[in-house]
């Protein structure tokens, strides 16, 4: 379509999920719970699995922390549910999918990328708030 390489069109990507990375390091995520709030931890796996265990072997495990679960699924009195985490874990492992897998040193940009379109992103996508930031690092 626009006759730009596979390439370039990484070396882009890489450097979109920079940004994010870099706007997530200088306005962090408001920090979750503190004294007398409890809260537990959710997991993923993140690795590649040789299809009938055939081919290489596995490569060493990439388990990923997220936050949620409680003791109810659907907090009665914050609403808040497991459904959130399960979904970003969903959203987050398309991505690896769609890729066709990811490499371990890049996991982290992907989560970052991740994170500041959930925390950042607003009801009219990510476009908007992109360019904020593209505003804010990049100054003219």
């Known amino acids: 379509m626009c006759d730009v390489s596979e390439r370039a069109v990484g070396h882009i990507s890489a450097r979109i999920r920079d940004i994010c990375a870099e706007d997530l390091r200088r306005r ?5 719970g503190g004294p007398g709030v409890v809260c537990q931890i959710d997991e993923s796996r993140f690795n590649h699995k040789p299809k009938h265990n055939r081919g290489r072997p ?4 990439n388990w990923v922390f997220g936050v949620v679960h409680r003791y109810n699924f659907v907090d009665p009195i ?3 549910h497991s459904q959130h985490i399960e979904s ?15 490499r371990r040193v890049h996991l982290q940009s992907y989560l970052d990328e991740q994170t500041w379109r959930d925390w950042r992103a607003s009801n009219r996508g990510t476009f908007y708030p992109f360019l904020g930031i593209l505003r804010q690092q990049f100054p003219v």
């Open 78 to 80: 914050t609403g808040v």
């Open 28 to 32: 962090p995520v408001i920090p979750f």
């Open 88 to 102: 970003l874990w969903s959203r987050l492992k398309s991505t690896v999918k769609e890729r066709r897998g990811i």
């Open 58 to 61: 596995p490569m060493r495990e």
